[in-house]
């Protein structure tokens, strides 16, 4: 491909502009005193703080595998199946069958089998509630991190009753 004198002559012009306006940039450069770094006041008072005792206690809600942590409140199996159909079956299915995310299913979240028989639908040892060794671990499970959208969202009654009726549906 050959260039014509016009291109050739073009070429040279934007070439050598690119090199004075790099060289005019790093003399300014070398000629600006270096900013003496300051530390700022943050804009908003008490960012970053260690919280108190009494804050991460109203926010804590794990339950250790002795119940001692517990939260007041009751709930039936009778009253889980209710929440489990509003709040729980677009994820694990109504028959708690677990739902798999794949493209073409409409499952925008998938969530694992908590009863039935039939192979695991997520990669653990054991499926569904069999998985936990303590009730204790699926209430906090339940209570902490259900559903995956709004955890945090149940009240201790709601995830009692979740309870009760996950181990009824397991035979537990």
């Not at 050598?16 to 530390?39: D, K, N, W």
């Not at 028989?117 to 339940?142: E, M, N």
């Not at 955890?151 to 995830?159: H, K, M, N, R």
Request: aromatic share 10%.
């Amino acid at each position: 491909m050959r260039f014509s004198p016009f291109n050739r002559f073009a070429a040279v012009i934007i070439v050598f502009g690119g090199v004075v306006t790099l060289c005019g940039i790093a003399a300014l450069a070398q000629t600006q005193p270096a900013r003496q770094a300051q530390r700022q006041t943050p804009a908003i008072a008490n960012v970053g703080r260690t919280p108190t005792a009494e804050e991460m206690a109203a926010v804590d809600r794990t339950v250790g595998t002795t119940g001692k942590e517990l939260p007041p409140g009751r709930g039936t199996a009778k009253e889980g199946a209710a929440i489990y159909a509003r709040k729980c079956a677009y994820c694990h299915g109504q028959n708690m069958e677990g739902v798999r995310q794949m493209a073409g299913t409409g499952a925008l979240i998938g969530g694992p089998r908590l009863a039935g028989a039939g192979p695991p639908t997520w990669a653990a040892p054991a499926s569904g509630i069999k998985f936990f060794a303590f009730v204790t671990t699926v209430f906090d499970y339940i209570y902490r991190a259900m559903p995956p959208y709004q955890p945090y969202s149940l009240q201790p009654d709601e995830a009692y009753a979740l309870t009760a009726y996950i181990l009824f549906k397991n035979d537990l």
